[in-house]
């Protein structure tokens, strides 16, 4: 198992698979997930002659259990941390979700250099949380009820989210699949529960427009119209907008955990996207 030390201590967990001198992918996982939500994408690139990343967040997975640094500047310095230790260059990074915000916090600041492309998938910029700039966000009574569930049950909310809205296996006519839902909630329990509880604000409350509005790669903006976790109308189309050059891709009723329920169409426009 690979781990890298940051400044302040943390252990932080990373897989980094394929060859040394193929152009590095980087993939940042969703909330309260780890690295191994990105294993269906990791093979899919690898099998392309990829080098392949994932790390687990702080207070995720398999990286330490901070006290604290569970907020979208520290998570970005992490990974910057991740690319300078593995002096990847010329990489491609891919988030979903939380994932997503923090691939843009980390692109707007990487050194010259760092990055070719980013990916943003169903991802939490420009802005979740409803405020005057923001009419169209959720009110934070959504993000007190997240907290009160995880709080009150931690193990029950894990098993309610994924079998609902994160794949949309409440929608009528769905095909669940318990594997998922199973993978979703033991990803969820390795990570550590105050993590949790604090990310909610980091991805919820953190304001992306600034970070969008300097990224000047090519970066793919990847949203279903179904998700009902980031909704659509708020985030991607926003987001592509804010981007010197971005581009939305919409996909009609998919959920917000796309990558694993409709990954058979989601990894050849990944692939597209970065050959392009």
């Known amino acids: 198992?690979?781990?890298?030390?940051?400044?302040?201590?943390?252990?932080i967990f990373y897989k980094d698979w394929g060859p040394r001198n193929a152009q590095p992918i980087v993939f940042h996982h969703g909330w309260p997930l780890s690295a191994d939500d990105w294993d269906t994408q990791m093979l899919f690139f690898l099998?392309?002659?990829?080098?392949?990343?994932?790390?687990?967040?702080?207070?995720?997975?398999?990286?330490?259990?901070?006290a604290g640094g569970h907020e979208m500047d520290t998570y970005a310095s992490d990974v910057a941390a991740l690319t300078d230790a593995l002096d990847?260059?010329?990489?491609?990074h891919i988030g979903h979700s939380t994932g997503g915000g923090e691939v843009a916090r980390y692109v707007a600041r990487a050194k010259p250099g760092r990055v070719a492309?980013?990916?943003?998938v169903s991802a939490v910029p420009p802005i979740m949380l409803?405020?005057?700039a923001n009419p169209g966000g959720l009110p934070m009574e959504v993000f007190d009820g997240i907290r009160a569930a995880l709080v009150a049950n931690r193990t029950q909310f894990f098993i309610d989210l994924p079998t609902g809205p994160f794949y949309?296996?409440?929608?009528?006519?769905?095909k669940?699949?318990?594997?998922?839902?199973?993978?979703?909630?033991?990803?969820?329990?390795?990570?550590?529960?105050?993590?949790?509880?604090?990310?909610?604000?980091?991805f919820s409350e953190t304001d992306f427009t600034e970070d969008l509005k300097k990224i000047d790669v090519p970066v793919l903006v990847m949203h279903g119209t179904d998700d009902q976790v980031v909704p659509y109308a708020n985030s991607?189309?926003?987001?592509?907008?804010?981007l010197k050059r971005g581009t939305l891709k919409s996909y009609e009723g998919y959920p917000h955990g796309m990558l694993s329920t409709h990954a058979d169409v989601i990894n050849p426009d990944l692939l597209a996207f970065v050959k392009s």
Request: with cysteine; proline share 2%; aromatic share 8%.
């Open 117 to 120: 492309k980013a990916v943003l």
């Open 130 to 132: 409803k405020t005057a």
């Open 1 to 11: 198992m690979s781990f890298f030390t940051t400044k302040d201590g943390t252990n």
């Open 236 to 242: 991607g189309p926003l987001a592509a907008k804010l």
């Open 168 to 174: 949309g296996f409440n929608r009528p006519g769905a």
């Open 176 to 202: 669940v699949s318990q594997g998922l839902i199973d993978r979703w909630w033991l990803q969820g329990m390795m990570g550590a529960a105050n993590a949790h509880y604090e990310c909610i604000k980091a």
């Open 88 to 92: 990847l260059k010329d990489a491609v």
């Open 47 to 66: 099998g392309k002659g990829y080098r392949v990343i994932a790390h687990d967040r702080r207070g995720h997975g398999r990286s330490s259990q901070t």
